[in-house]
């Protein structure tokens, strides 16, 4: 296991504020009350452990496959449906979305090979991930990848918790599947919209792996 570029920052600081809450715990407590503060100290370092993990990469065999489309997170299958795309292909899309819960591993990754053809920043609101009017009504990023089988659009959504999306593509750039796509921190939800007509393999309540699990076939 490694920890990701978007967690140093913040494991820093949450490692400081660690070192200074047991200093204080253990000046100010221990003597008086050794029982509170070792149960002080005990949650602390669950919660510096959560974050040390939320950040991680575990180790993993990668699925490379030209002809299916990999998960892009972690999470649970929350939607398989037709819907009508207005924000790029102006139409009818089959839409797989994974909803990622703080647990989960929050890397995104390319589905396919491909190149980005389109990459674009959306303000919005910031509503539970699983909500149906997330997809359309939250902040989110979308990117769409071209490949000889079709495009596929990539839409990595905010929600309550999740606040912060980082996508490292740009217009023009080729992709292999698995690469890094994006991160986004406290979980959320990512959508793909694919081709009507594409082969699902999953269904609703599956949970999934980025990067390893086929999610359809062209």
């Known amino acids: 296991m490694t920890i990701h570029k978007e967690g140093y920052k913040s494991i820093s600081i949450a490692g400081l504020l660690y070192v200074i809450l047991n200093y204080f715990n253990f000046s100010l407590l221990s003597f008086a009350y050794p029982g509170f503060s070792w149960i ?3 949650s602390l370092t669950l919660l510096f452990g959560f974050v040390i993990s939320f950040f991680r990469i575990p180790k993993r065999i ?21 819907m009508n795309d207005i924000e790029y292909f102006q139409g009818r899309r089959l839409q797989i979305s994974v909803f ?6 929050h890397v995104n990754r390319c589905p396919v090979d491909g190149e980005v053809i389109y990459s674009k920043y959306h303000k919005g ?11 359309t009504e939250n902040e989110c990023f979308s990117t769409v990848l071209k490949t000889p ?13 999740a606040q912060r999306i980082s996508n490292y593509l740009h217009v023009g750039e080729p992709v292999k599947q698995n690469e890094e796509l994006g991160f986004i921190r406290f979980g959320s939800r990512v959508d793909l919209l694919l081709p ?5 393999r999953v269904k609703i309540g599956d949970t999934v792996k980025g990067g390893v699990t086929v999610l359809a076939d062209w």
């Open 40 to 42: 002080i100290f005990g």
């Open 62 to 82: 990668y699925t490379r496959a030209t002809g299916s489309i990999i998960a892009p997170a972690d999470g649970k299958v929350v939607v398989i449906e037709e």
């Open 100 to 105: 990622m819960s703080p647990a989960n591993v």
């Open 125 to 135: 609101k910031y509503l539970v991930a699983w909500n149906p009017k997330s997809s």
């Open 149 to 161: 089988s079709g495009e596929v659009l990539v839409k990595q959504i905010a929600g309550a918790l």
């Open 196 to 200: 009507l007509g594409t082969r699902i």
